[in-house]
């Protein structure tokens, strides 16, 4: 069992290119979320989904989109790398449930680390 | 505006004896708390979490202890090994959040020392 698995691991980024960060996850859940994590900072949301189709902005999504096309998939998208982008981003994500305590334990996949020059 | 901070970047502590983190938040809605433990390299995984309703919430050598009226709570992890050595999140949910968002706080590095 994969959990989340995120694709690619690193990447290193010119300012002005564009790249798109794959998130897939094989647990059949229906919430998945996009977080950036810089020093000092913790894990910010940037994106996230509630079902395959929809997606909504989080606390940080200039400069970011989002797709989720198939259930198991969430794409992140940069259109223009700036280097305020250079982060680890984390992609997670949940059950849908009405137990309080499931709903909000999320899978996070081991991130991808960006460096925009 | 940092709703979840976790004041201490970093802690050390001694193999064996306890080790105790700490996190404040500001928005008194928030009604759900989670630790989450993160190793280099690796995503973050659920630890422990409680409920707004409790006070404490055990789960073997990881306790946590939530203070409503000082929006406080902590992790206490007894005894402390050195497999704890690790990076810990707090982070809260508000029931008014469908889609089951957190907010982090920004992680303290802890080491245990043999």
Redesign the interface.
């Known amino acids: 069992n994969a959990g989340?698995t995120q694709t690619p691991k690193f990447r290193v980024l010119k300012t002005g290119q564009s790249m798109t960060l794959l998130c897939a996850q094989d647990m059949n859940h229906e919430?998945m979320?996009w977080?950036r994590q810089d020093p000092?900072?913790?894990?910010?949301?940037i994106h996230?989904s509630?079902g395959e189709g929809t997606t909504?902005k989080?606390e940080v999504p200039d400069g970011y989109n989002v797709s989720r096309l198939k259930k198991q998939n969430f794409l992140l998208g940069l259109e223009s790398a700036a280097p305020s982008q250079t982060s680890v981003y984390?992609c997670?994500s949940?059950y849908k449930t009405l137990d309080?305590?499931a709903?909000?334990?999320?899978?996070?996949?081991?991130?991808t680390r960006l460096s925009v020059l | 505006d940092q709703q979840?901070k976790?004041n201490s970047?970093s802690l050390s502590v001694q193999e064996g004896r306890i080790s105790i983190l700490n996190c404040d938040y500001t928005n008194s809605m928030f009604d759900?708390f989670?630790w989450y433990k993160k190793y280099p390299?690796?995503?973050?995984?659920?630890l422990i979490?409680i409920?707004s309703i409790k006070d404490k919430n055990e789960d073997g050598r990881f306790t946590v202890f939530l203070n409503k009226s000082a929006k406080h709570l902590s992790l206490h992890i007894v005894p402390s090994q050195p497999g704890d050595s690790a990076v810990y999140?707090c982070a809260a949910?508000a029931p008014w959040w469908?889609?089951?968002?957190?907010?982090?706080?920004?992680?303290t590095r802890l080491t245990i020392n043999p």
């Open positions: 989340v919430y979320y977080y000092g900072m913790g894990l910010r949301l996230y509630v909504a989080g984390f997670a949940s309080r305590e709903k909000n334990i999320q899978y996070f996949g081991a991130g | 979840v976790q970047p759900y989670l390299a690796e995503g973050p995984t659920f979490s409920s999140f949910s469908g889609a089951q968002k957190l907010v982090f706080g920004q992680g």
